[in-house]
């Protein structure tokens, strides 16, 4: 574990909660028998009963001093708010930056991941999606991979020049979890919750399939958004965004290696549309400002400081964000 000590960081407040949920009653199934523990003695189970599904894990520190917005940042599909923290191969993650710069941070695990978890009774949801690690290697951009390469020898397949720790895939799968296609409604609900709790207009910086839901919000709430900040969103809700309007300052950054990928260039042709139309979106493009080899998991590239400095530089400049650097 690396120790960082040129700096530290200074908290006001830290904790947690969860938002979000609803009940949800099982009635109609069998008892059962069950073991809770090695050796232990067997309990009688009755499943029939009131549940609350849905919900969603948050974790806040209050690293400034409250004038700023705060920043909640939303990871995407398969994974965690862990994503933001440290990185796979123990370099600073995002959460410690933003902290460093004084800014408070409210890291979310969404519905079904993490310590938000799943439905805990059967016959509500369906089974996850699978996602091996070659086809996160390569869905994720990182590099080119058969379906059939081990994970021990993914690394040798990383595209030259990536700035993706690729010697340490390995770490990095140990934080994808389960997954589901269905719950985009029950996430949407859990993050308006998020934002009506945390009560302060806010500025969400989200990624991948967390992207969707950034933008959703300050289409469906946005007074409750001051500014977002997209990492490659999955998805751009245009249709939306063309029915209800939308004006908040956002900036969405892509990396590289885009044309390798049959998904990219059309979400991409998509992005570039939603930029044209609406003139609050500005497109951060690192390869056109000549920075080189980044994955999907811009936050946790080898040149991931970089890349935060230049949304922290984006974010000051942004009217509605506190101009004065700490």
Same mark, same amino acid.
């Given at each position: 574990m690396a120790i960082r000590t040129e700096r530290c960081i200074k908290l006001r407040g830290m904790g947690s909660f969860h938002v979000g949920g609803e009940p949800k009653s099982l009635q109609g199934k069998p008892l059962m028998q069950a073991t809770l523990a090695v050796g232990g003695v067997p309990v009688t189970m009755d499943p029939n009963g009131d549940y609350v599904i849905g919900q969603m894990y948050a974790q806040y520190f209050l690293g400034g001093d409250g004038r700023r917005p705060p920043i909640l940042f939303w990871h995407g599909g398969g994974l965690t708010g862990a994503c933001w923290e440290t990185t796979p191969d123990d370099r600073r993650g995002w959460v410690e930056d933003f902290l460093l710069d004084g800014w408070d941070i409210y890291l979310c695990d969404a519905v079904e991941r993490g310590r938000s978890g799943y439905a805990p009774i059967p016959d509500v949801w369906p089974a996850p999606i699978s996602q091996t690690a070659a086809s996160l290697f390569v869905r994720f951009r990182i590099g080119h991979a058969e379906t059939n390469t081990t994970l021990e020898n993914l690394a040798g397949h990383a595209f030259p020049g990536s700035q993706f720790p690729a010697r340490q895939f390995t770490q990095f799968m140990r934080q994808v979890v389960p997954r589901w296609s269905h719950t985009d409604e029950q996430i949407m609900a859990a993050y308006h919750a998020l934002l009506r709790r945390i009560g302060r207009r806010s500025i969400i910086v989200c990624h991948s399939q967390g992207g969707m839901f950034g933008l959703r919000s300050a289409m469906e709430a946005p007074d409750a958004v001051t500014a977002v900040v997209a990492l490659e969103p999955a998805s751009v809700p245009l249709e939306k965004a063309r029915q209800l309007g939308y004006s908040t300052p956002t900036l969405i950054v892509l990396g590289d290696y885009i044309d390798t990928d049959t998904r990219w260039p059309r979400i991409r042709d998509r992005i570039m549309q939603f930029a044209a139309e609406f003139p609050c979106v500005q497109v951060l493009s690192l390869p056109e400002i000549g920075i080189k080899g980044n994955s999907h998991m811009l936050m946790m590239d080898k040149n991931n400081m970089e890349i935060s400095g230049k949304? !922290?530089?984006?974010?000051?400049?942004?009217?509605?964000?506190?101009?004065? !650097?700490?």
């Amino acid at each position: 574990m690396a120790i960082r000590t040129e700096r530290c960081i200074k908290l006001r407040g830290m904790g947690s909660f969860h938002v979000g949920g609803e009940p949800k009653s099982l009635q109609g199934k069998p008892l059962m028998q069950a073991t809770l523990a090695v050796g232990g003695v067997p309990v009688t189970m009755d499943p029939n009963g009131d549940y609350v599904i849905g919900q969603m894990y948050a974790q806040y520190f209050l690293g400034g001093d409250g004038r700023r917005p705060p920043i909640l940042f939303w990871h995407g599909g398969g994974l965690t708010g862990a994503c933001w923290e440290t990185t796979p191969d123990d370099r600073r993650g995002w959460v410690e930056d933003f902290l460093l710069d004084g800014w408070d941070i409210y890291l979310c695990d969404a519905v079904e991941r993490g310590r938000s978890g799943y439905a805990p009774i059967p016959d509500v949801w369906p089974a996850p999606i699978s996602q091996t690690a070659a086809s996160l290697f390569v869905r994720f951009r990182i590099g080119h991979a058969e379906t059939n390469t081990t994970l021990e020898n993914l690394a040798g397949h990383a595209f030259p020049g990536s700035q993706f720790p690729a010697r340490q895939f390995t770490q990095f799968m140990r934080q994808v979890v389960p997954r589901w296609s269905h719950t985009d409604e029950q996430i949407m609900a859990a993050y308006h919750a998020l934002l009506r709790r945390i009560g302060r207009r806010s500025i969400i910086v989200c990624h991948s399939q967390g992207g969707m839901f950034g933008l959703r919000s300050a289409m469906e709430a946005p007074d409750a958004v001051t500014a977002v900040v997209a990492l490659e969103p999955a998805s751009v809700p245009l249709e939306k965004a063309r029915q209800l309007g939308y004006s908040t300052p956002t900036l969405i950054v892509l990396g590289d290696y885009i044309d390798t990928d049959t998904r990219w260039p059309r979400i991409r042709d998509r992005i570039m549309q939603f930029a044209a139309e609406f003139p609050c979106v500005q497109v951060l493009s690192l390869p056109e400002i000549g920075i080189k080899g980044n994955s999907h998991m811009l936050m946790m590239d080898k040149n991931n400081m970089e890349i935060s400095g230049k949304v !922290r530089d984006w974010l000051y400049g942004m009217a509605g964000a506190d101009s004065a !650097r700490p």
